[in-house]
């Protein structure tokens, strides 16, 4: 995994669930962050990104890894809205802190997706503890591939 000496984009978060405080990539430095940008109608996400993210957040330190949604709606904005977005949530027992993508101005697709210039969804983001984005994933990562990719997060200097 080559190091970059590019600072990953902050976010562009309209609302906060499941976390008393605004997060803010620079708030997390120190942590690796494992962000997954998904929707709640997407089926890669459903099946496959969203119960990652519950085993990552489950399996690593809170202390030292970071574990992030980010809700990104780029279709079907009617059905998806933060109020669905809690009882999605709820109903899926997320604990993690999940931040639902703004929009600015016109612009069809949210701030936060359009900064990273992600394809879709699931998007995986990984950011190392200086800030920079180490990993950008569009589709699913395998499981094992990604706790390595952490663990190598983790043990840099």
């Known amino acids: 995994m080559p190091t970059t000496s590019k600072p990953a984009p ?22 690796v962050v494992v962000a ?14 969203i119960p990652q993210a519950k085993r990552v ?5 809170g202390n030292r890894v970071a574990t992030i949604g980010l809700h990104t709606v780029f279709e079907h904005h009617d059905a998806m ?19 639902v993508d703004a929009y600015e101005g016109d612009d069809p697709l949210p701030a936060t997706m ?3 210039n992600m394809q879709g969804t699931p998007t995986l983001l990984l ?3 200086a800030g ?3 990993r950008q994933a569009f589709g699913h990562v395998a499981d094992l591939a990604l706790g390595a990719e952490i663990m190598a997060l983790l043990v840099e200097r």
């Open 10 to 31: 902050e976010w562009r978060i309209s609302e906060w669930i499941n976390s008393e405080t605004p997060l803010t990539l620079e708030a997390l430095r120190g942590k």
């Open 36 to 49: 997954f940008a998904f929707q709640m109608l997407c089926p890669g996400c459903v099946q496959e990104s």
């Open 57 to 61: 957040h489950e399996i690593f330190d």
């Open 81 to 99: 809205r933060p109020v669905s977005l809690k009882a999605f949530i709820h109903e899926n027992r997320i604990q993690f802190p999940v931040g």
């Open 114 to 116: 359009r900064a990273y």
């Open 127 to 129: 950011i190392d503890r």
């Open 132 to 134: 920079r984005l180490r």
